[in-house]
């Protein structure tokens, strides 16, 4: 078998005369490493999509949501049961309705959700989105008759309609009230649609607005583990009833994740042809290969060489030229994510997609060792076809014009 390996490796470097055939084994290498590079990159920035979007929708809309078709009336009891099965972290009501928001000559649509900052803060990271001001959603001025409500807004909101930190806005209610707030924080979550569209306020202030007394629209819940969320639904289900319904934050986003898993696929498919052209550069290397060796494989069957050794000199010359590319490929591939990740030179449009920077995760499995295994078994089936060529060769024929 080291012989195999020797004759394959001299091969594969050639002769001063054979610096042609040399240079087509160059070429297939790097055929084979801008293909599994191109697979590697592409596939760390689907996973980083993946990933980063994944931690927003989830830092934003909570695990789980309990919501009815009506206002939730005694919340506090649901709350309670919820809060006492095992892997739920916490809980948080909320009031959530579609108001007017008017703002120096300027009015636009918004959504209004009404929290408690300190049970909020415990189910989504709104604290942590926090750029500006602070989180305190209560009464400004309790001395006045009318007191001020304070107010969180988006960063991409307070651009679009130049407010700043102090600026007082007001809401119009469905019914036409009109409710004026100060604004008390900016926060960025990086969504531009979640930083435009919605606004905080205290939850006791949104029932007044909304006209719910002491209801809400909905309970955010908070568990320890993701992948729990299933099961965790049917028993949070089955104590609360059918007059309620649980949504966990997949199926809350289930066409989006489905889309973006559909679209990773799509583009390994497509990568992968890269890999396919350069296996077909590999057939054609060993084909020439085959054809300038003839006369060596006479010789070599005429000392006694069996067809069998034959055919593994030139598929270990085949896999050379797969495993030299997988190996350059796979490490031009995790030093472009490494770049990508660092230095993040790529910049997205906010008001397009859902992140301002092109994200990068390297996951080894399944994404990395799939691109390699594929490139490995494509380099390995593009070995058949020579390697038979030259196995069958007589000895007969390959000597006879010697």
């Not at 076809?385 to 007589?394: C, F, Q, V």
């Amino acid at each position: 078998m080291r012989t195999v390996f020797w004759i394959a490796w001299r091969y594969f470097c050639g002769r001063r005369t054979e610096r042609f055939v040399s240079l087509i084994s160059i070429i297939s290498v790097l055929g084979v490493a801008i293909g599994v590079a191109a697979l590697i990159v592409v596939l760390a920035v689907m996973s980083g999509f993946d990933k980063d979007l994944k931690e927003k929708i989830i830092g934003n809309y909570s695990h789980l949501v309990i919501e009815s078709p009506s206002p939730i009336v005694g919340y506090e009891k649901i709350r309670q049961k919820v809060g006492n099965l095992n892997h739920i972290l916490a809980t948080s009501p909320y009031v959530q309705s579609q108001a007017l928001l008017e703002a120096k000559q300027l009015a636009r649509g918004i959504v209004v959700r009404g929290i408690d900052p300190a049970l909020e803060a415990k189910v989504t990271d709104i604290q942590k989105y926090l750029v500006a001001g602070t989180a305190d959603l209560s009464p400004l001025d309790n001395t006045s008759k009318a007191p001020v409500y304070g107010v969180l807004i988006g960063r991409e909101l307070s651009y679009g309609l130049g407010l700043e930190l102090g600026d007082e806005i007001t809401l119009v209610n469905p019914k036409g009230k009109k409710s004026v707030f100060r604004v008390n924080g900016l926060f960025n979550s990086g969504m531009y649609d979640y930083d435009t569209n919605i606004i905080f306020i205290d939850i006791a202030r949104a029932q007044e607005i909304f006209e719910l007394e002491a209801a809400a629209s909905g309970i955010s819940v908070r568990i320890d583990k993701l992948f729990l969320a299933d099961s965790l639904k049917g028993q949070i289900q089955g104590i609360i009833g059918p007059h309620f319904y649980v949504r966990t934050w997949i199926e809350r986003n289930r066409n989006f994740f489905a889309a973006l898993k559909l679209e990773k696929i799509t583009m390994f498919i497509i990568l992968a042809l890269i890999v396919l052209v350069a296996a077909f550069n590999i057939i054609s290397t060993l084909v020439v290969m085959v054809t300038e060796k003839t006369k060596d494989i006479g010789i070599l069957k005429s000392i006694g060489m069996r067809a069998g050794a034959v055919r593994a000199i030139f598929t270990v010359e085949g896999l050379l030229i797969g495993l030299l590319g997988i190996a350059l490929g796979s490490g031009i591939g995790v030093f472009l994510c490494a770049l990508l990740k660092k230095y993040q030179f790529v910049r997205l449009p906010a008001d397009i997609y859902y992140l301002d920077r092109l994200p990068v995760s390297l996951v080894f499995w399944p994404d990395a060792a799939m691109v390699i295994i594929a490139a490995f078994f494509i380099s390995l089936l593009s070995t058949l076809y020579p390697a038979k060529k030259a196995a069958r060769l007589s000895v007969v024929e390959a000597l006879r014009y010697e």
